[in-house]
């Protein structure tokens, strides 16, 4: 079972790119993705209903 | 000791428990859409004006179960599938936790069934959205919030699997392309039924009397941090099966697997954001927050459809160029399996995915001209082009390669078969023109009545608005043909199809393992890692036919995007 890359071997083992190890991270990911809406969305929209004078 | 069983047919390793738990959920998926297509079909009869089926109260109940019905239980069960193929099947791991994966399954049913039993009862027809101050019956909510949680530890289940094929090395390199975008639909799917318990247990509370008041415009919001997300797994997920399928059709491998991947991490950034454009003409909220969350954000996740809308026909024609389907821009795609529904049901649900919903959706997400279509039919025409001919047509495409590897039974009807995802998709197709037109009309959504017959304050819409719903209905009624054959296909398969493998039984179809004999103890071999494609970078020249398509699509979306504004200068007069 040796249909691993084309590459030779010794590219392999380089560095593995930033951007590599955070889409190899699914946790680092689910992370991210439920900060995102979280803040923006969410807790944003929510500050500006609260922030809503109440009607005298 | 894990015990996996090969499909003889496709190389596919099965982990025993998985595969019951795939069938099972699948089994599940497809009794929603019987039951939503029956209540679509009383629907769309009830708005064709000239037929008006149902009284109104029935019209209400059918239309809260029929969105219920289809847009979560269909969709999530069978999203719950997705998940264990992509985890388990697509790894070659075994599933972490079957017993969770059945208080998964074991959850949602009976959510499902509560909540149904709840809107049958009469007293719940407060629509899907069932936005406070409405009132529902308490297990109506309670139904719901039983649905998430079994939703949620199917999550949890998927990723407790993704965890143990890195621990177990069951696979080398990064996890393929498909299981990514199911990672991605999984984690928007965490954000979404988190938003939905914030905002349906304090609902549910309300409903029983221990809380007094729910703020409405509070409610919107938080509802539709689940209410949009939950339509932004359907992407993630479906966009995953279209790889999937042009990877089984035509052994085509992503064109680069960065960009894909890179589309995919745009999703997870921006995509749950646009859940904004629900709120786009609500009072309280700035028009910052608005502006950018729809507009910004939401582009950003429109790139990154459009990127798999590019990749994966790109993809397909990279691989029948190599087959030798050379001639022209389009004989790759002319000499395509159209009669394979796997193949067909796919690249429908991509052409109107992107051509229908994607340019509606884009029109709609912009503040000032939603408000020329906000809460018309055009809404609900645009989301069937996104969840029915999108989502749920990608989802029939993968079912239909199933049925011979997951359930080892002969499909039945194959001239059926083959026809399927035209009349299906083409009876939607013209409910969704026809629907969109009546819009622009004006013709409201969740309207029993559009004579406004007693009404004190009435309304004449113009024949035409008359006669685009009835020849949307007609189109509505085509695609429930459509829908009953899929289901006819798909349930007689399971019940009478000729038996790929002896133990292939009745309880089989249902869940139950086959003969002991079909299992062993031996570790699938190791998934290896997914050859880069030297030469293949992406470049749309390889693909001059996709990128003619996509020329295609920008120029229709830039003339139905100046006609949009065109018609709102002209209604506000300014022109
Ligand atoms: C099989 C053929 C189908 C037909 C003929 C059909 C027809 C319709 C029509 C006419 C409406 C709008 C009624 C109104 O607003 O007055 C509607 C609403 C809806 N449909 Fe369908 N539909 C079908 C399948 C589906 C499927 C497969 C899904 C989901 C995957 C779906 C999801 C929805 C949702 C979420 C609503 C909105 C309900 C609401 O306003 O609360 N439909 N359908
Ligand atoms: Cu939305």
């Known amino acids: ?56 | 000791m894990a015990q996996f069983r090969t499909c003889p047919d496709t190389g596919l390793y099965f982990h025993k428990s998985a595969e019951s738990l795939i069938k099972a959920n699948a089994v599940a998926a497809a009794v929603a859409l019987l039951v939503a297509g029956v209540l679509g079909l009383l629907v769309v009869l009830t708005r064709w004006q000239a037929v008006h089926l149902l009284p109104a109260d029935q019209f209400y109940m059918a239309l809260t179960a029929h969105g219920i019905d289809a847009l979560i239980f269909w969709i999530i069960f069978f999203e719950m599938a997705v998940l264990y193929v992509a985890s388990s099947v697509l790894l070659r791991s075994r599933l972490a936790t079957p017993f969770w994966g059945w208080v998964q399954f074991v959850l949602m049913l009976v959510g499902a069934i509560m909540t149904n039993w709840a809107i049958f009862q009469g007293n719940s027809s407060v629509m899907m959205t069932s936005y406070a101050p409405m009132q529902a019956a308490p297990h109506f909510y309670l139904g719901l919030i039983l649905f998430a949680v079994g939703a949620l530890i199917g999550c949890f289940v998927f990723f407790g699997t993704l965890v143990v094929a890195k621990q177990e090395k069951t696979y080398d390199g990064s996890i393929p392309l498909v299981t990514f975008g199911a990672v991605t639909a999984a984690i928007i799917a965490v954000f979404t039924i988190a938003s939905g318990a914030i905002i349906l247990v304090p609902t549910f509370f309300w409903s029983i009397g221990y809380i007094s008041h729910i703020d409405a415009e509070m409610y919107r919001i938080v509802w539709w941090g689940m209410g949009h997300s939950s339509q932004q797994i359907n992407v993630a997920a479906h966009v995953a099966i279209w790889y999937l399928i042009a990877g089984l059709v035509f052994g085509a491998r992503p064109m680069s697997e960065k960009v894909s991947r890179s589309a995919y991490l745009l999703y997870i950034l921006f995509l749950q954001l646009a859940c904004a454009h629900h709120i786009l003409v609500d009072p309280g909220v700035s028009a910052e927050w608005k502006v950018f969350n729809t507009s910004y954000a939401m582009y950003l996740a429109v790139l990154a459809s459009m990127i798999h809308g590019l990749t994966v026909p790109g993809s397909i024609e990279v691989a029948q160029r190599a087959k030798g389907f050379n001639n022209g821009l389009f004989e790759w795609l002319r000499k395509a399996p159209w009669d394979n529904p796997v193949f067909s049901s796919m690249f429908i649900s991509l052409v109107t995915f992107g051509f229908l919903g994607g340019i509606t959706g884009v029109v709609m997400g912009t503040e000032q001209i939603n408000l020329i279509i906000h809460n018309t039919i055009y809404v609900p025409a645009h989301f069937h082009a996104t969840v029915v001919t999108g989502t749920t047509m990608a989802f029939m495409g993968v079912t239909f390669f199933l049925i011979p590897v997951l359930f080892r039974r002969q499909m039945i009807l194959p001239g059926l078969a083959k026809l399927q995802p035209y009349i299906f998709g083409g009876g939607m197709t013209i409910l969704i023109l026809f629907m969109l037109g009546a819009g622009t009309l004006g013709v409201s959504r969740r309207h029993w009545d559009m004579d406004f017959t007693g009404a004190a304050l009435g309304f004449d819409y113009p024949g035409m608005a008359y006669t685009l719903m009835g020849i949307g209905a007609f189109g509505g009624v085509i695609g429930v043909v459509g829908g009953a054959a899929f289901l006819l296909i798909t349930v007689g398969s399971l019940l009478f199809g000729k038996k790929l493998e002896p133990s292939a039984g009745l309880l089989q179809s249902f869940g139950v393992p086959l003969a002991a004999s079909c299992y062993t103890d031996e570790r699938p071999a190791i998934l290896p890692r997914a050859a880069a494609a030297e030469g293949h970078h992406g470049s749309s020249f390889e693909a001059p036919g996709t990128f003619v398509l996509a020329l295609v699509l920008l120029v229709t979306f830039v003339v139905y995007y100046f006609i949009n504004w065109k018609y709102l200068a002209s209604v506000w007069q300014l022109s």
């Open chain 1, 1 to 56: 079972m040796k249909e691993t890359s084309d590459k030779p071997e010794k590219d392999q083992e380089e560095k593995i790119p930033a951007m590599q190890t955070l889409i190899d991270n699914p946790f680092l990911l689910l992370f991210i993705g439920v900060a995102m809406p979280t803040v923006f969305y969410l807790i944003w929209g929510i500050m500006e209903i609260v922030t809503i004078p109440v009607a005298p």
